[in-house]
C-alpha cells in the first residue's frame, strides 16, 4: 500500500471522499489509498476534511496491525493514528504519521493554526497520552536534539485494575483486526480521478434512480454480507412462447441489481436495476440535476425516503 500524498488536483473531476464536493484543478488534495470494489485505489480528500473526518486516535485493541510507516507490529495498547478512506483503514504511529501531517499543515493556508489537539478520538485517551500525541505530531516526528539515538517508549494504555481476589477483569475478545487495509465497505461518499485512478467513466461515480424518486448523485458501493442477502433476485425479461409459454430472456437474467449509496446529509443505500444506474459525466449531471435539483455540489435535498434501501 502507498504512502498517502499531498498534492496539486491535475484536473476538477475529483470529489472529497469525505464531503462529496468536486476538488477544484490546482488545488491541495489529500490522496489515501484504499481497497473498492476488490482493488485498491486512490482517493481523495480536500485537505481540512481530511484532518476532521479521515485522521482517528486511538488504543490498539490487539497486536494484530502493522505500521505502514516501518511495518512493524503496533502491539495492543499502543496509541496509533488511522487514516480513514470508507471502510479501509490504514495505521500508523504517532513519530510515523508526523511527518506527512506536518507536511500538510505547513503547506496548505487554510489549515494555518490548525489544532492538532481537535484530532478525532484524541480526548478519550489517558492525560498524558494527549499531550504527548500532540507534542509528537507538531514536532514532525523528528528526535530530541538532546539525544538523537534515542527512541521515545511506545504510548500505551494503562493497565486495568485487578479485581478485589486479584483476579484480572475478563474482557470480551475485541473484533478481528485486518495486519492490512480492511475492504470498503461502509458505503461513504467518494471519487477517484485519472492516471491509475477511477475516471468518470468507469461509473465508479455515478446516477441512480430508486423507485419513484428522481435520478440522484451515488457511487456503487462494496455491498457487506448483510447487504447481499437483502438483494432481490434478476427479473428477467419475457416473451410468448409456443403454447403461451413464457420464455426467459438469457441477457436480462444476468443483469443483477447494483448497490449503490446515494450521497445526502444521511447516507443511504438502495438495490437498483443496472438500468437505472448511469455514469456520473457533465453530460449526464447536465441531464439529470434539475430531476431532483441535485449534484455532488448540492445533495441537500431532492430525494425521497423512497430512494433509500437502508442505512448506511
Known sequence: MSPPVLERAKSGRSACRATGEFIGEGDWRVGVEAFRAGRLTMTWFQPKAFLKEAVQVEYSPNGRARCKGDDSVIEAGEVRLAFISGGSKAYYRPAQAAAFLAEVLRKVPELKGFDLASLAGLTDLDQGHQSAVVRILASGGKRSAANPRKQAAPLKAPKAKATPKNKAVKRPAPA?????????QSGESGDEEGEGEEEEGGAELVWAKHGASPWWPAYVG????????????PEAGSSSGKGGKKKKHRKEEEEPPVLVVFFGPRQSWAWVAK???????????????????????DSSGGRGKAASGGGV
Open 275 to 297: 438500468d437505472a444506474v448511469e455514469p456520473y459525466t457533465q453530460a449526464s449531471r447536465l441531464k439529470h440535476a434539475g430531476s431532483g435539483k441535485a449534484s455532488l455540489g
Open 176 to 184: 478481528d483486526e485486518e495486519d492490512e487495509e480492511e475492504e470498503d
Open 222 to 233: 462494496v455491498p457487506t454480507a448483510k447487504q447481499l442477502k437483502q438483494r432481490p433476485a
